[in-house]
């Protein structure tokens, strides 16, 4: 059974990652210089040059690829940017390090098992940087040939092929003339073929070609027509994460899972093996671990066992920088009636570097305010920014960027280009925040359903207690 694990990576190669637009879309990096020291504003980023520079430190070292099973903890008030400077740090980490990101409720939430769903995400952080060696056909199409059947259900064709030095005849079957089809490979093309995942790729025209056609795109890019044979073996380097791996190898699922995200549990027994494997094929030179990074959003909202499981998991060689985020003070841990600093039990809390957020100045939280409404494309009148700007400070941060694209909205309706101070009066008129709410809801007294039970300490013991009771 081991000797048949594989990494998958030709199927692997064609999932595209998804890129997040939404409240944090304007961070493109943590906006550092060589030196790692915060620039003013860089990249989307503003102020909290401490956290931002620990952050950039802490990248360095992942980079180095020195630092394996540490954690770091980002603590502070809401909305002073812990998330977006996680997101950051992803942004600047590159393509080929893994960064997971999860929310500490999904633990919950997902059919499985806490740990295992902590073990997936764990596994999804470390890479695997594997040297494969390919066979590959690589020339100018001379000609393709297609012949349907009367029905149109088959087609078979010829495809000649030709370098400098040779040219060859393939026959072709359906799968390969739906994918030459789909390239829009022509004669006169140069390409290439994977042989054993059959995918083409397009290199661009042959040079010999460039006076065939009058009417050609400006972008048509031309190539000299291959030299020598026309297989030739190839090494191609490409990563997979641990998690990947596992999915593949996990003879109910295969990789289709992968896209529907649906993965199941995966057998420990199968997991040793992979390690194992990965193992072999370090020693041989094959492939080489990357350990990234795991950000854990909203931390506080683990329980006391997976808390447990981190601290070991820690502790494994394979382990990836875990970031770990909360916006608590004292608060008692998930599944316990203990209270603890940021909601992590103390023995955690002593295995991870803290880094904490302040909250905003009103100077920096102008410039925030302006970053976004470029990101959004609004324009505000410098009243309306002096005003949404103590808006903020009175309010929130959070609650003032949100008001921008109502404002936007109020606008527009009256057919104006920039935002004024009236737009957004009605708009903080139209939406209230969390403060104005809860003066609503004193004058509301008695009219709103379910409104008896008191939030105390000693509500949030018995509720603990009582999960508990349920639990066993
Ligand atoms: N230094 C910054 N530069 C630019 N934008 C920022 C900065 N800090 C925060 N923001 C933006 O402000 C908003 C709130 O910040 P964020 O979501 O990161 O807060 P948080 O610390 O994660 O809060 P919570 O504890 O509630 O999760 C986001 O849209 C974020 O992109
Ligand atoms: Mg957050």
Request: proline content about 2%; overall charge negative.
């Amino acid at each position: 059974m081991a000797t048949q694990i594989t990494a998958g990576t030709s199927e692997l190669r064609d999932i595209t990652k998804m890129e997040r637009i939404g409240a944090h879309s304007h961070v493109r990096g943590l906006g550092l210089d060589d030196r790692l020291e915060p620039r003013e504003n860089s990249q989307g980023m503003v102020g909290q040059g401490k956290a931002r520079k620990a952050a950039g430190m802490i990248l360095r070292m992942v980079q180095e690829g020195r630092i394996a099973g540490r954690a770091i903890l980002f603590a502070g008030p809401p909305s002073t940017g812990k998330t977006a400077i996680a997101l950051g740090m992803a942004q600047t980490l590159g393509q080929d390090v893994p960064f997971t990101m999860i929310a500490a409720s999904e633990v919950f939430s997902l059919s499985m098992s806490k740990t295992e769903a902590l073990t997936q995400a764990i596994r999804r952080s470390i890479g695997v940087r594997i040297r494969e060696e390919t066979e590959i056909i690589e020339g100018e199409v001379v000609e393709i040939q297609i012949d349907r059947s009367l029905t149109g259900a088959t087609k078979t064709g010829k495809l000649t092929i030709k370098t400098t030095d040779m040219e060859t005849i393939y026959d072709l079957g359906t799968k390969m003339i739906d994918a030459l089809s789909k390239e829009k490979v022509l004669a006169g093309d140069v390409i290439i073929i994977d042989k054993t995942s059959g995918k083409v790729s397009k290199l661009g025209r042959s040079f010999t070609r460039s006076r065939d056609y009058d009417a050609m795109g400006a972008d048509t890019k031309f190539v000299q027509c291959p030299e020598g044979e026309i297989q030739k073996r190839k090494e191609v380097v490409h990563t997979v994460s641990l998690h990947e791996i596992d999915v593949i190898n996990s003879r109910t699922q295969g990789f289709l899972a992968l896209f529907a995200g649906d993965t199941g549990e995966i057998k420990p027994e199968l997991r040793e093996q992979i390690n194992t494997k990965v193992a072999e094929w370090r020693e041989e030179g094959k492939a080489e671990i990357i350990p990234g990074v795991l950000f854990i959003d909203e931390v506080h909202m683990l329980d006391i066992e997976c808390f447990s499981f981190l601290n070991r998991a820690l502790e494994n060689e394979l382990s990836p920088l875990v970031i770990m985020a909360s916006n608590r003070g004292m608060s008692r841990i998930r599944g316990t009636n203990v209270r603890s600093p940021h909601g992590l039990p103390v023995d955690l809390l002593d295995r991870v570097l803290i880094v904490s957020t302040r909250p905003y100045s009103e100077e920096e939280i102008q410039q925030i305010i302006q970053i976004r409404c470029e990101e959004e494309d609004v324009t505000l009148t410098s009243d309306s920014l002096n005003v949404l700007t103590s808006m903020a400070s009175s309010t929130t941060l959070r609650y003032a960027l949100n008001l921008i694209s109502c404002a936007q909205m109020i606008s527009r309706k009256r057919k104006a280009e920039q935002v004024s101070v009236e737009d957004l009066r009605r708009a903080y008129t139209y939406f209230m925040d969390e403060k104005r709410s809860v003066q609503w809801l004193k004058e509301q007294q008695g009219s709103l359903v379910f409104e008896e039970i008191s939030v105390s300490t000693t509500a949030e013991n018995g509720d603990a207690a009582m999960k508990d009771a349920m639990e066993t």
